[in-house]
């Protein structure tokens, strides 16, 4: 080290000054040697940044789309198991009401009515689900839910029947409740929006439009079936067996038909699922490319890293070293 005639605390406040500077420099040398990647993009990249920076901004894309895609997975997946919710009951109970009736079995019809009242109610729980706190049947009014209450619905049918002078009346009568457009049910008892929401997308020039309302056709035709069985447990002609077995029946063979459009639904929801899983997959395989192509941009020499490692803390030792002898330095220590 060079000696001047520099005092003794200007030559400490200088070694201290070079301490500090190799010691920041060791700081760096030593995450580059740990992390593979070099701590300067500027130097990394030898000044040209442009491919460096498409590369990140493809990775931010990615991990949007990888976002947007775990929703829509989720979603998917809360829809087709509403969906097979509202199957398995409404199968079960068209089977029933049809075979009692079938048998005129009046005690056992009345029975399944009582079941359909409970499963109606359920069914509208299950078309007001929401996901991450938004509503999944009621199109873009995902902050309000997409039917009103059970029991408002019931309500209002409970009194169509009621008015009704015979079993065919009341079936009329519900029917033009669920009537598209104009029935009753559109404006009383659908009470989310009339647009679905927008296709989402999963990748670069991949949307997928996988919207679904509670007034669609397959979902009111089911409500309209279980409505007909419900309303006998609502008191509709009570102490008319016959009428009673009129409605139940209608009520059996019209949930037979239902259940085909549940089932389309949930296969439609099916090939969104595996069209979601197929972009998930996509989005992994782009993620890693990227995230490769960036390494090898940023990535350092192992031996150049740890030969530069080397060399600073070497400096940083006899910087060291010469401070500490410096600081001993006494003139009583040269004297005879």
């Not at 996901?131 to 839910?145: E, K, M, N, P, R």
């Not at 079936?171 to 457009?181: L, R």
């Not at 063979?253 to 929801?269: F, N």
Request: net charge negative; no cysteine; aromatic share 6%.
């Amino acid at each position: 080290m060079k000696v001047n005639g520099a005092s003794d605390l200007a030559r400490m406040q200088a070694l201290q000054g070079r301490a500090f500077n190799t010691r920041a420099a060791l700081d760096l040398a030593a995450r580059e040697l740990t992390t593979g990647q070099k701590t300067s993009r500027y130097e990394a990249t030898g000044g040209n940044l442009t491919r460096l920076f498409a590369l990140e901004r493809s990775l931010d894309r990615n991990a949007v789309f990888s976002e947007t895609i775990s929703l829509t997975e989720l979603r998917l997946d809360v829809m087709q198991e509403s969906l097979g919710r509202i199957l398995a009951p409404a199968e079960s109970l068209a089977i029933d009401l049809t075979s009692a009736v079938g048998q005129g079995d009046v005690a056992g019809a009345l029975l399944h009515a009582e079941t359909a009242r409970t499963i109606f109610r359920d069914v509208v729980g299950i078309l007001n689900t929401q996901v991450a706190g938004q509503s999944l049947f009621a199109g873009t009014a995902t902050d309000s839910t997409a039917l009103a209450p059970a029991d408002a619905i019931l309500a209002d049918l409970d009194a169509l029947a009621a008015g009704a002078a015979t079993a065919a009346d009341a079936i009329t009568a519900i029917d033009a409740y669920f009537q598209k457009p104009g029935g009753a049910f559109y404006t009383n008892g659908y009470i989310g929006s009339v647009d679905d929401l927008s296709p989402v997308e999963i990748g670069e020039g991949q949307r997928i439009d996988y919207g679904m309302r509670a007034d669609a056709d397959e979902l009111v035709a089911v409500l309209r079936a279980q409505s007909l069985a419900a309303v006998v447990e609502g008191g509709a002609f009570a102490g008319q067996p016959a009428e009673q077995m009129t409605l139940l029946g209608t009520a059996g063979s019209r949930l037979l038909a239902a259940k085909e459009g549940i089932l389309d639904l949930r296969a439609w929801v099916g090939v969104s699922q595996e069209t979601v899983e197929r972009a998930r997959a996509e989005r992994i395989g782009e993620r890693d490319t990227l995230d490769i192509a960036r390494a090898k941009i940023v990535a350092t020499d192992p031996l150049e890293s740890a030969s530069n490692y080397q060399t600073l803390q070497v400096q940083l030792e006899s910087i060291y070293t010469v401070t500490s002898r410096l600081a001993n330095l006494r003139f009583t220590n040269f004297l005879r």
